[in-house]
């Protein structure tokens, strides 16, 4: 019953117990660990981004965003002056989109016509219209960096960067590489020392020109909203395709394992990659779907129900389910970008009844301006076009403009960026949030504290006015029989 042997030394089974409950303790802990390494950070899992958009979040920053003073190149340019005359005229942005345009067409005349390696070697109507294209776009590069007052902020505007990367692209493609070939046929007597098959390749630098035509989207809204749902679809339509590659690699295994033996194993599923290509096109896109159902149906009717299961999980679940995201993700960005239209033309309404009505040039709007400026006919339309409620406004101006660390009764001036986001937060198609109780509860006791304060003056005064009332009449007479 000790658990020892005939020698005094402990039993098999006492010390086999001890190993058991040494192990599974020692496993217990590396699946805790295991466990916990596991498991995300919980700081991680909350700033992990969602797979599918939010509109209402969306539309939350593009306000607040907005709110703040947008980004305008033309403010580094200089106040007057030739060259910001003619970068900020409206005619010479809309004449560099044409000449972009017609510059994306002639690429494509060019690369069917013309057949020479070198522009020095091309025919003269070819020469020509290049030699045009550099020195329109060379042209409006030297306008865009003399129209800046100080030279090194260029540098802060990414389209001038990009621009200047594609003009001297052209220029050594055009100019610097052409006289180059010049020189070195002048040199070797008439003949190239340069080979043919790098100038080819240099050829297709001229691809990069075609980068231009994201300009072009800019002045095309539906594109626009077409290209940003696309980008902001991208991590749903991973994680869908994602999906519909681990149901391929299981379908997969499963028919070649299934016919290993078979013709058509044979042909169509030899292998994992060739089952996975052959599922993919016949099963998801439906290419020639009759034939590979009827062929598996031949081997057994099992292998085309399993066929048929595929089929409703590639195409009819997960390819229209990715449809239903993309369209779901665009109209999202289309609801977006009219939330970005009407909240950027609101704002420069208003900003230019703001500094109508900013006598002092202070920069900031007091409660006397704001008065002014509900009364003002475009301002009061630019607010209804956003569904602010301007009744709310004026009977909320007192808290709008409480200077809280003053005291009660003392205004504040609030700055444009500050009132923005007053005024927004104000529409009527807003979702009440936990901010909104916050400030509702700071309203209710600034009035009570408001009314406490009268109720005292009033109290104070009734005080005063008895003591007056004391100090004037006389006392009452003692009535005549009981003197």
Known sequence: SDGSGANGTPGAASMGGRTLRRASSVGAAWL???????????????????????????????????????????????KGGLWSSIATHPWFDKLTLCVIAVNSCWIGVDTDWNSADLLTGAEAHFQVVEHVFCVYFSFEWVVRFMSFQRKRDCFRD?????????????????????????????????????????????????????????RLLRAVPELMI??????????????????????????????????????????????????????????????NVGYTLASLSEEHWAYGAIFLLFVLFAFVTVLNMLIGVLCDVVSTVAAVER?????????????????????????????????????????????????????????????????TEKGSGESKELSVEEFMEVMFSFRGSNVVTVKDFTELDKFIKMQLADTKGEAAQLRSIIVDLLALLDTVLPAPCAPEGER
């Open 158 to 214: 990414s389209w001038f960067i990009f621009d200047s990367f594609l003009v001297v692209s052209m220029v050594l493609e055009t100019w610097m590489l052409s006289a180059f070939v010049l020189i070195l046929a002048g040199y070797s007597g008439g003949g190239s020392m340069v080979n043919a098959s790098l100038l080819k390749m240099a050829r297709l630098a001229r691809l990069s020109r075609m980068t231009r035509m994201a």
């Open 226 to 287: 077409l290209i940003k749902g696309i980008a902001a679809a991208t991590r749903s339509v991973c994680c869908t395709l994602v999906l519909l590659l681990m149901g391929l690699y299981i379908f997969a295994i499963m028919f070649t394992q299934l016919l290993l033996e078979s013709p058509i194993g044979r042909e169509h599923f030899p292998d994992i990659p060739a089952a996975m290509t052959y599922l993919l096109t016949s099963g998801a896109f439906l290419d």
């Open 32 to 78: 805790d660990r295991l466990a916990l390494a596991a498991e995300p950070p919980k700081d991680k899992e909350a700033a992990r981004a969602p797979v599918f958009m939010d509109a209402a979040a969306m539309k939350d920053k593009v306000r607040k965003n907005l709110v703040k003073e947008p980004y305008d190149v033309t403010k580094f340019y200089h």
């Open 339 to 403: 939330e970005t239209t009407l909240v950027a033309s609101v704002r420069s309404k208003m900003l230019q009844v703001i500094d109508e009505l900013d006598v002092n040039q202070s920069g900031s709007i007091s409660k006397e301006e704001f008065m002014h400026l509900v009364s003002s006919k475009v301002a009061v339309a630019a607010l209804a076009l956003c569904n602010i409620d301007v009744e709310g406004l004026l009977d909320l101006s007192d808290f709008i403009f409480e200077d």
